[in-house]
Nanobody, 116 residues
Framework: VEMVESGGGLVQPGGSRKLSCRAS????????LNWVRQAPGKGIEWVSR???????SYSYDVKGRFMISRDNAQNTLYLQMNNLKTEDTAVYYC???????????RGPGTQVTVSS
Protein backbone atom coordinates (compact mmCIF):
# COMPACT_ATOMS: atom_id res chain seq x y z
CA VAL A 1 0.00 0.00 0.00
CA GLU A 2 1.28 3.43 -0.91
CA MET A 3 -0.22 6.86 -0.38
CA VAL A 4 1.59 9.98 -1.53
CA GLU A 5 0.36 13.42 -0.59
CA SER A 6 1.21 16.56 -2.55
CA GLY A 7 0.12 20.13 -3.13
CA GLY A 8 1.20 21.79 0.09
CA GLY A 9 3.08 25.05 0.33
CA LEU A 10 3.05 28.55 1.73
CA VAL A 11 -0.31 30.32 1.53
CA GLN A 12 -1.45 33.69 2.81
CA PRO A 13 -4.38 33.85 5.24
CA GLY A 14 -7.61 33.81 3.27
CA GLY A 15 -6.00 31.98 0.40
CA SER A 16 -6.73 28.58 -1.12
CA ARG A 17 -4.84 25.39 -1.78
CA LYS A 18 -5.73 22.01 -3.23
CA LEU A 19 -4.07 18.89 -1.87
CA SER A 20 -3.84 15.57 -3.69
CA CYS A 21 -3.21 12.05 -2.50
CA ARG A 22 -2.30 9.37 -5.00
CA ALA A 23 -2.94 5.87 -3.67
CA SER A 24 -2.07 2.37 -4.81
CA UNK A 25 -1.98 -1.20 -3.55
CA UNK A 26 -5.54 -1.54 -2.30
CA UNK A 27 -9.07 -1.37 -3.78
CA UNK A 28 -9.33 2.40 -3.60
CA UNK A 29 -12.95 2.75 -4.68
CA UNK A 30 -14.22 0.45 -1.93
CA UNK A 31 -12.80 2.41 0.98
CA UNK A 32 -13.75 5.49 2.91
CA LEU A 33 -10.82 7.90 2.85
CA ASN A 34 -9.71 10.54 5.28
CA TRP A 35 -7.56 13.61 5.55
CA VAL A 36 -5.87 14.16 8.88
CA ARG A 37 -3.32 16.76 9.93
CA GLN A 38 -0.67 17.35 12.52
CA ALA A 39 0.17 20.86 13.61
CA PRO A 40 3.54 21.65 15.19
CA GLY A 41 3.72 20.19 18.68
CA LYS A 42 0.25 18.67 18.50
CA GLY A 43 -1.30 15.28 17.89
CA ILE A 44 -3.03 13.97 14.80
CA GLU A 45 -6.34 15.71 14.10
CA TRP A 46 -9.02 14.29 11.84
CA VAL A 47 -10.08 16.79 9.15
CA SER A 48 -12.44 15.17 6.68
CA ARG A 49 -13.75 11.87 5.36
CA UNK A 50 -15.34 10.73 2.12
CA UNK A 51 -17.13 7.41 2.08
CA UNK A 52 -17.04 4.94 -0.77
CA UNK A 53 -20.46 6.21 -1.84
CA UNK A 54 -19.22 9.81 -1.85
CA UNK A 55 -20.82 10.98 1.37
CA UNK A 56 -18.54 13.53 3.01
CA SER A 57 -18.02 14.81 6.52
CA TYR A 58 -15.82 17.49 8.10
CA SER A 59 -14.47 18.55 11.43
CA TYR A 60 -16.06 21.59 12.99
CA ASP A 61 -12.92 23.65 12.40
CA VAL A 62 -12.92 23.21 8.61
CA LYS A 63 -16.58 22.73 7.74
CA GLY A 64 -17.69 25.26 5.16
CA ARG A 65 -14.09 26.03 4.12
CA PHE A 66 -12.71 22.66 2.97
CA MET A 67 -14.11 20.23 0.43
CA ILE A 68 -13.04 16.61 0.03
CA SER A 69 -13.43 14.71 -3.23
CA ARG A 70 -12.18 11.58 -4.90
CA ASP A 71 -11.43 10.32 -8.39
CA ASN A 72 -11.70 6.55 -8.32
CA ALA A 73 -10.48 6.22 -11.90
CA GLN A 74 -7.23 7.93 -10.93
CA ASN A 75 -7.00 6.46 -7.40
CA THR A 76 -6.67 10.01 -6.14
CA LEU A 77 -8.10 11.84 -3.15
CA TYR A 78 -8.33 15.62 -3.00
CA LEU A 79 -8.81 18.33 -0.40
CA GLN A 80 -9.77 21.79 -1.60
CA MET A 81 -8.97 24.26 1.16
CA ASN A 82 -10.42 27.76 1.01
CA ASN A 83 -10.28 30.76 3.34
CA LEU A 84 -7.21 29.32 5.02
CA LYS A 85 -6.34 30.41 8.52
CA THR A 86 -3.02 30.41 10.36
CA GLU A 87 -4.34 27.60 12.54
CA ASP A 88 -4.63 25.38 9.46
CA THR A 89 -0.84 25.22 9.36
CA ALA A 90 0.05 21.54 9.61
CA VAL A 91 1.34 18.51 7.80
CA TYR A 92 -1.60 16.93 6.00
CA TYR A 93 -1.91 13.18 5.47
CA CYS A 94 -4.39 10.93 3.69
CA UNK A 95 -5.33 7.62 5.24
CA UNK A 96 -7.96 4.92 5.23
CA UNK A 97 -6.81 2.95 8.26
CA UNK A 98 -7.59 3.51 11.92
CA UNK A 99 -5.66 0.82 13.78
CA UNK A 100 -5.11 0.29 17.51
CA UNK A 101 -6.69 3.64 18.42
CA UNK A 102 -4.57 5.55 15.93
CA UNK A 103 -4.41 6.59 12.29
CA UNK A 104 -2.01 4.58 10.17
CA UNK A 105 -0.05 7.06 8.09
CA ARG A 106 1.68 5.57 5.08
CA GLY A 107 2.76 8.68 3.21
CA PRO A 108 5.21 11.50 3.80
CA GLY A 109 2.46 14.08 4.24
CA THR A 110 2.44 17.51 2.68
CA GLN A 111 3.22 20.68 4.62
CA VAL A 112 0.74 23.53 4.49
CA THR A 113 1.89 26.78 6.02
CA VAL A 114 -0.56 29.65 6.32
CA SER A 115 1.26 32.86 7.01
CA SER A 116 1.48 36.44 5.83
Amino acid sequence: VEMVESGGGLVQPGGSRKLSCRASGFPFSRYGLNWVRQAPGKGIEWVSRIAADGEDSYSYDVKGRFMISRDNAQNTLYLQMNNLKTEDTAVYYCTFEFVDDGWKLRGPGTQVTVSS
